[in-house]
């Protein structure tokens, strides 16, 4: 693994355990170069995902970027790291389950939504302003109108 900090490409393991919902190892790590120390998170991928955007666009899927429009969905709003990190844990097991090599950016979309929509309905109603392109306040207005019919707060 290599360094943040240098670069060097080795470093020893120094501390290794589950995360708390058991879906990645952490693992504490010291290079061997500078003697940094650095965590690192190893989870398993059944297989290479592509994810299908607008305009027929193609890109690898990178959990690094869903879990930061999550947390940028939940910014301030008092959300536990842990529930974060489960709903996108979640969203990731059924992109890999659905069995298909290639997935629309849609379906993923609405994966994300759905699980804003139980976690926060105003991190769910910021995700939404981005994903459906909300233009003016009037788009706003008309998808909270939905939202309160859920009962969130």
Do not use: W
Not at 102 to 126: F, H, T
């Amino acid at each position: 693994m290599r360094c943040p900090f240098c670069a060097h490409d080795d470093s020893q393991v120094k501390d290794s355990r589950p995360t708390e919902d058991n879906t990645a190892i952490r693992r504490r790590r010291q290079c061997e170069s500078c003697g940094a120390r650095f965590t690192t998170f190893e989870r398993i991928q059944l297989r290479e995902i592509v994810v299908v955007k607008r305009g027929e666009v193609r890109e690898p899927f990178e959990r690094a970027k869903l879990e930061k429009s999550v947390a940028l969905a939940c910014r301030k709003r008092g959300i536990a790291q842990e529930r974060l990190d489960q709903l996108v844990s979640g969203v990731q097991r059924q992109i890999e389950t659905m069995g298909e090599s290639e997935v629309p950016a849609a379906a993923i979309g609405e994966m994300v939504m759905e699980g804003l929509r139980q976690l926060d309905s105003v991190a769910y109603i910021r995700f939404a302003s981005v994903y459906r392109e909300f233009s003016e306040a009037r788009d706003f207005e008309e998808f909270a109108g939905t939202v309160r019919d859920v009962g969130q707060g």
